[in-house]
């Protein structure tokens, strides 16, 4: 088991910045691939970036690249989601997850999810 707990959140004005940090607990966190996700109300649970086991691999969503950056410390079990250049359809709770293979999108294949944080960009 791996517990994920995200934190980072927030409201922020559009242009701006927030960085999102995901600990976890449980089996080793070096041995599972992570992904963040985002889900604004009423729409389907999307992906944002995968990272592999060894932070050398990176993938975004097309949405997002070039704006985010996703980095994982395995020494301190935490994976995080660097967000600059904000804009208002970045608006969603954001989740982190673990279990997938390297560098993949489909949420499936993630066995564990965290509760989510809340990030708002105002216009």
């Known amino acids: 088991q791996v517990q994920l707990v995200e934190s980072g959140g927030g409201l922020v004005q559009a242009g701006g910045s927030l960085r999102l940090s995901c600990a976890a607990s449980g089996r080793a966190f070096s041995s599972y691939a992570m992904g963040w996700f985002r889900q604004a109300p009423g729409k389907d649970r999307d992906f944002v970036a995968t990272?592999?086991?060894?932070?050398?691999?990176?993938n975004y969503a097309d949405s997002v690249k070039g704006r985010f950056t996703i980095s994982r410390d395995n020494a301190k079990n935490t994976v995080y989601l660097q967000m600059n250049s904000l804009k208002p359809e970045d608006t969603a709770v954001y989740y982190c997850?673990?279990?997938?293979?390297?560098?993949?999108?489909?949420?499936?294949?993630?066995?564990?999810w965290g509760q989510g944080t809340q990030v708002t960009v105002s216009s």
């Open positions: 997850a673990a279990g997938g293979v390297a560098l993949t999108a489909d949420a499936k294949v993630y066995s564990y």
């Open positions: 990272i592999t086991r060894s932070g050398l691999g990176t």
